[in-house]
């Protein structure tokens, strides 16, 4: 009997806990897939003491009998992956033969990393090389010249291959007149690291077709999430690769005969790292230029702890502020970039239709735990954004256009304050007012809720259906 494949994706601006809802349901899972992104996804397993943060390989890395494959629509930076695979190694994990690398991934060369620190500074990029590794992509050629390495032409044509990406390295150093970039040094290593992960090819663009044919269960987990989706998203503020479930079938390589549900994950205080339109952000615009100073490391988590005290800021009428105390009290600083997030209420409006566009059939909602800390505030309950106001009249959907974004009021809604959840392990032990949040927010966006995280270890996560 054939398999079936699910797909679990992020609904808010990246960094809602994918991986912990996915360790919370990948047992039954034979194959963890990646469809989109590259080194720019970053986060954090620990298992039994071990921890370790991965960004190019897929979660599942601590069950030994999990495949787990990259697929087409990823970007691939060979040098990274190599350290990132050693370092998993190195806490005794094996990847041979369970990671397959599609052929037909795009490699990030060296030049793509180099563009994206010069060019990608007004969108706040995590500067991997990404937009310009898939711009290559839909560019394939400037002239004669080949612009773009996928993983597999790359190692069958490895000399052209090298001196390709030398070529495109020396054009960009030249166009910009950059000092100090060892080209020949730079394009070794890449080739070094190429050769290293030979092993890992997976030639067969229907591989996980034949895993599914055998029996075999996928699981898809989205990198970036719907609001960073390349089209669908707050353009340009956006990464560059398609985030949405439906990409899981394009850039996961997979026939979409065999899909059979979708998993959403939020998080109760949202966050956003980069530029770009965030109706519910505490403080607003201020927060956005705040949080980009210094090309966002300004205020990184060392410097807003010796700066300010959080218990002081959430006594503030100021939103900036309590926003600021959310952020040191949540811990949202980025994984990949140290940047700090921009923080903001949940957003219903936002969370409802990412819900509808990915149709997902079962949400999860992490960091509940964190709305007790409003008790602590000035604030009469629990601030969330129930509506949207544009020119003085409600409108029920994000407009696509970031001019239009940037005018949008939210209409927030208080709900009554929750004591602690933190201790809470079934739905039994879940007082009424987080009931009554859990119903709210059903009933706004459409879809059950099957778990809320309440604290960040393991073990701190109710699921809320029987
Ligand atoms: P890029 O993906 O590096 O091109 O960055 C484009 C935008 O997406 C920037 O605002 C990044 O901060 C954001 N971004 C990219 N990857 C992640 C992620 O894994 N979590 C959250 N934000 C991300």
Same mark, same amino acid.
């Given at each position: 009997?054939?398999?079936?494949?699910?797909?679990?994706?992020?609904?808010?601006?990246?960094?809602?806990?994918?991986?912990?809802?996915?360790?919370?349901?990948?047992?039954?899972?034979?194959?963890?897939?990646?469809?989109?992104?590259?080194?720019?996804?970053?986060?954090?397993?620990?298992?039994?003491?071990?921890?370790?943060?991965?960004?190019?390989?897929?979660?599942?890395?601590?069950?030994?009998?999990?495949?787990?494959?990259?697929?087409?629509?990823?970007? &691939?930076?060979?040098?990274?992956?190599?350290? /990132?695979?050693?370092?998993?190694?190195?806490?005794?994990?094996?990847?041979?033969? !369970?990671?397959?690398?599609?052929?037909?991934?795009?490699?990030?060369?060296?030049?793509?990393?180099?563009?994206?620190?010069?060019?990608?500074?007004?969108?706040?990029?995590?500067?991997?090389?990404?937009?310009?590794?898939?711009?290559? &992509?839909?560019?394939?050629?400037?002239?004669?010249?080949?612009?773009?390495?996928? %993983?597999?032409?790359?190692?069958?044509?490895?000399? =052209?291959?090298?001196?390709?990406?030398?070529?495109?390295?020396?054009?960009?150093?030249?166009?910009?007149?950059?000092?100090?970039?060892?080209?020949?040094?730079?394009?070794?290593?890449?080739?070094?690291?190429?050769?290293?992960?030979?092993?890992?090819?997976?030639?067969?663009?229907?591989?996980?077709?034949?895993?599914?044919?055998?029996?075999?269960?996928?699981?898809?987990?989205?990198?970036?999430?719907?609001?960073?989706?390349?089209?669908?998203?707050?353009?340009?503020?956006?990464?560059?690769?398609?985030?949405?479930?439906?990409?899981?079938?394009?850039?996961?390589?997979?026939?979409?005969?065999?899909?059979? /549900?979708?998993?959403?994950?939020?998080?109760?205080?949202?966050? !956003?790292?980069?530029?770009?339109?965030? @109706?519910?952000? %505490?403080?607003?615009?201020?927060?956005?230029?705040?949080?980009?100073?210094?090309?966002?490391?300004?205020?990184?988590?060392?410097?807003?702890?010796?700066?300010?005290?959080?218990?002081?800021?959430?006594?503030?009428?100021? =939103?900036?502020?309590?926003?600021?105390?959310?952020?040191?009290?949540?811990?949202?600083?980025?994984?990949?970039?140290?940047?700090?997030?921009? @923080?903001?209420?949940?957003?219903?409006? &936002?969370?409802?239709?990412?819900?509808?566009?990915?149709?997902?059939?079962?949400?999860?909602?992490?960091?509940?735990?964190?709305?007790?800390? #409003?008790?602590?505030?000035?604030?009469?309950?629990?601030?969330?954004?129930?509506?949207?106001?544009?020119?003085?009249?409600?409108?029920?959907?994000?407009?696509?256009?970031?001019?239009?974004?940037?005018?949008?009021?939210?209409?927030?809604?208080?709900?009554?304050?929750?004591?602690?959840?933190?201790?809470?392990?079934?739905?039994?032990?879940?007082?009424?007012?987080? =009931?009554?949040?859990?119903?709210?927010?059903? /009933?706004? @966006?459409?879809?059950?809720?099957?778990?809320?995280?309440?604290?960040?270890?393991?073990?701190? #996560?109710?699921?809320?259906?029987?």
């Amino acid at each position: 009997m054939a398999g079936f494949s699910r797909v679990l994706v992020g609904l808010q601006y990246g960094d809602e806990g994918k991986a912990r809802v996915l360790d919370r349901i990948v047992d039954d899972s034979d194959v963890v897939a990646r469809f989109n992104g590259g080194p720019n996804a970053g986060h954090s397993l620990e298992v039994k003491g071990r921890k370790i943060a991965l960004h190019q390989v897929p979660s599942g890395i601590f069950h030994p009998q999990m495949a787990l494959y990259v697929g087409s629509g990823c970007v &691939l930076n060979p040098v990274k992956l190599v350290s /990132e695979i050693r370092e998993i190694e190195s806490l005794g994990v094996s990847l041979e033969n !369970r990671l397959h690398l599609s052929g037909n991934a795009t490699l990030i060369q060296p030049h793509h990393v180099l563009a994206d620190k010069i060019k990608g500074q007004a969108i706040g990029t995590t500067g991997n090389g990404i937009g310009p590794a898939y711009a290559d &992509l839909a560019l394939r050629m400037e002239g004669e010249r080949l612009k773009t390495l996928r %993983f597999g032409d790359g190692l069958a044509g490895f000399s =052209w291959g090298l001196d390709m990406a030398k070529e495109n390295l020396k054009d960009l150093v030249r166009e910009h007149k950059i000092c100090g970039v060892e080209i020949s040094r730079e394009i070794s290593r890449f080739g070094a690291a190429l050769r290293r992960l030979e092993k890992y090819l997976c030639a067969d663009p229907l591989f996980l077709e034949k895993q599914v044919q055998q029996g075999k269960i996928v699981l898809f987990e989205g990198a970036q999430s719907t609001q960073l989706d390349l089209v669908y998203g707050t353009y340009p503020y956006v990464t560059s690769s398609r985030t949405i479930s439906a990409a899981a079938y394009t850039g996961g390589d997979l026939s979409l005969r065999h899909h059979k /549900e979708i998993l959403g994950v939020a998080k109760a205080i949202m966050s !956003r790292v980069g530029n770009g339109p965030f @109706v519910s952000e %505490f403080g607003g615009k201020r927060s956005e230029q705040y949080c980009a100073e210094g090309k966002g490391l300004a205020h990184t988590k060392e410097k807003e702890q010796q700066e300010y005290d959080p218990k002081k800021l959430l006594a503030s009428e100021d =939103w900036f502020e309590l926003g600021i105390a959310l952020r040191m009290l949540g811990k949202e600083y980025g994984a990949t970039t140290k940047r700090p997030r921009r @923080v903001g209420m949940l957003d219903l409006v &936002l969370l409802r239709q990412g819900c509808q566009m990915n149709a997902v059939d079962k949400l999860y909602i992490n960091k509940f735990d964190e709305l007790a800390i #409003f008790r602590r505030t000035c604030l009469p309950g629990i601030p969330l954004v129930a509506a949207y106001r544009r020119d003085g009249k409600e409108i029920d959907y994000l407009p696509s256009a970031v001019v239009d974004l940037e005018k949008i009021q939210p209409v927030v809604e208080y709900l009554p304050h929750v004591p602690s959840l933190s201790s809470c392990r079934s739905r039994e032990s879940l007082p009424g007012p987080a =009931w009554e949040i859990i119903k709210f927010i059903e /009933e706004k @966006v459409g879809v059950p809720i099957y778990g809320i995280g309440v604290g960040p270890e393991r073990n701190q #996560f109710v699921e809320v259906k029987e």
